[in-house]
């Protein structure tokens, strides 16, 4: 064994050296002439690895776990969780894993969920947010068809707004929804603070009646909650 690493940790710079000693087997090198390498350890067994020449079929079954044995580490020093085997009776017959069945593509596609009341309170919402950051159009494209249902243009509509500073709004419990002629409506309370620019504030209070579409065709905008109308009466003091 000793020889057989020589060789092979032989640096580049000695293989000559090397080559001119020859091997042991063809009778050079410094012992004796002939003399052949010993053999190494293990070889009776089955050559160096110390395998033994014909493997018989090992173990059937899972081994078998020593008890008194130290758990095993990993690179930090923790204990390996033992791997849970598999119970044979758990598997097919034929001993493969179950396959999921695939999605049925004839299947209807799934509805998607009714716009409901709090959506209604939402749009409300996001109303006044769009006023406050001077998103016009935003707010006018809340109302029901593009904006008209307001009785505006878009122009007048942000001119609506010319000396209003900010407004704060009070949403209040809706209503229930009603259904119409292929729609649905739903009335939303507000009480409006609204704050102009010379200082001076106004009050309102009223409600905002949604309404959506629920005929065939209609379009994810016309199915979306919109401003139909609005009674919003100044308060005075």
């Known amino acids: 064994m ?17 080559k001119d000693k020859g091997s042991a087997a063809d009778g050079g090198g410094e012992g004796e002439p002939g003399q052949s390498l010993p053999t190494p350890e ?23 776990v020593d008890p008194n044995a130290p758990p095993a580490l990993d690179e930090n020093g923790n204990p390996i969780a033992p791997v849970e085997p598999t119970d044979p009776a758990a598997l097919p017959v034929d001993g493969t894993l179950p396959i999921a069945a695939p999605a049925d593509s004839n299947a209807p596609p799934a509805m998607p969920a009714e716009p409901s009341a709090e959506d209604a309170v939402a749009v409300i919402r996001d109303y006044y947010a769009a006023i406050n950051g001077k998103n016009f159009e935003r707010a006018y494209a809340l109302w029901s068809d593009g904006g008209r249902a307001s009785g505006q243009t878009p ?20 209503g229930r929804i009603d259904a119409g002629a292929g729609q649905r409506y739903i009335e939303v309370p507000v009480a409006i603070a609204s704050t102009q620019r010379d200082g001076s504030q106004h009050k309102y209070v009223g409600a905002y009646t949604l309404r959506r579409a629920v005929v065939d065709g209609a379009s994810d905008a016309q199915r979306a909650w919109r401003i139909g109308s609005a009674d919003i009466r100044e308060v005075k003091p």
Do not use: K, N
Not at 2 to 18: D, G, K, N
Not at 161 to 167: C, H, I, L, N, R
């Open 2 to 18: 000793i020889a057989l690493i020589a060789v092979l940790t032989c640096p580049l710079w000695l293989m000559t050296a090397c």
């Open 42 to 64: 293990g070889a009776s067994r089955g050559g160096v690895t110390g395998m033994p020449d014909r493997p018989g079929p090992g173990q059937i079954g899972l081994p078998e």
């Open 155 to 174: 122009q007048q509509f942000a001119d609506g707004f010319a000396e209003t500073a900010g407004v704060s709004v009070e949403v209040m419990p809706p």
